[in-house]
């Protein structure tokens, strides 16, 4: 079965640039995740989906972070303008629904360096 | 306060050693509990849910303790491949939110 797959692995901006990561998550798992890993710190949600709606966002700067899964499916992730503290890895995950009892699986992330 | 607390090491051992690894959370409305494990520049992966009973899977032992809010993982007979970041995470309220700690670097020397 194929895994959560994300791209691109690796990007380099300038900072006030903007970058958009793109995730596919694992077919017919509903609920899609994005996490931000800052080096040395856990993941940290930024956005929940739960098909095509949003479930939670309490985490993301909306003045800069936006995203999107208008299908229900694949997802992407905006930054606009970027700041040198968001270099980070972006990681998406999907479990089969919401449920706490589903386990959420993890893409291989995408490593964004601000300069 | 952070929500998940463990201490981010290193633990350096040497193979076949016994190590502990110590966490506690903040939310006493903590429902879920779990270890992580991430290899150098990979992605999180399940390593084993964490229950009031306690639960051991192989050479991993994982315990919870509600009462103190404090997690523990054991790892006997250390292997090489051992050597991760040890990731506590914990789930609370009706979602599938991951609250994750800062993890545990463990180095296993030969």
């Known amino acids: 079965e194929a895994g959560v797959a994300q791209s691109p692995r690796y990007k380099i901006i300038e900072k006030r640039q903007s970058v958009a990561f793109w995730c596919n998550p694992i077919s017919g798992h509903a609920t899609l995740y994005w996490y931000q890993q800052i080096l040395g710190q856990g993941p940290k949600l930024l956005i929940q989906f739960q098909n095509n709606g949003v479930v939670d966002d309490s985490q993301l700067p909306k003045d800069r972070f936006s995203a999107e899964r208008l299908k229900g499916v694949d997802s992407t992730l905006k930054i606009q303008p970027a700041k040198l503290e968001d270099s980070a890895v972006y990681l998406c995950?999907?479990?089969?629904?919401?449920?706490?009892?589903?386990?959420?699986?993890f893409g291989p992330g995408t490593r964004l360096t601000v300069l | 306060r952070k929500e998940v607390e463990q201490d981010p090491g290193p633990f350096n051992v040497p193979e076949g050693a016994t190590v502990a690894f110590n966490c506690t959370y903040s939310?006493?409305?903590?429902?879920?509990f779990f270890w992580y494990r991430q290899d150098c520049r990979k992605e999180p992966k399940l390593l084993m849910s964490v229950y009031s009973s306690g639960n051991e899977d192989g050479r991993f032992t994982a315990q919870l303790n509600r009462a103190s809010q404090y997690i523990s993982l054991l790892i006997r007979d250390s292997k090489l491949s051992d050597s991760a970041t040890y990731l506590c995470v914990v789930k609370y309220g009706a979602t599938n939110k991951l609250i994750f700690g800062t993890g545990t670097l463990l180095a296993v020397q030969p």
């Open positions: 995950a999907s479990s089969f629904n919401r449920a706490p009892s589903n386990e959420q699986f």
């Open positions: 939310n006493s409305a903590s429902q879920s």
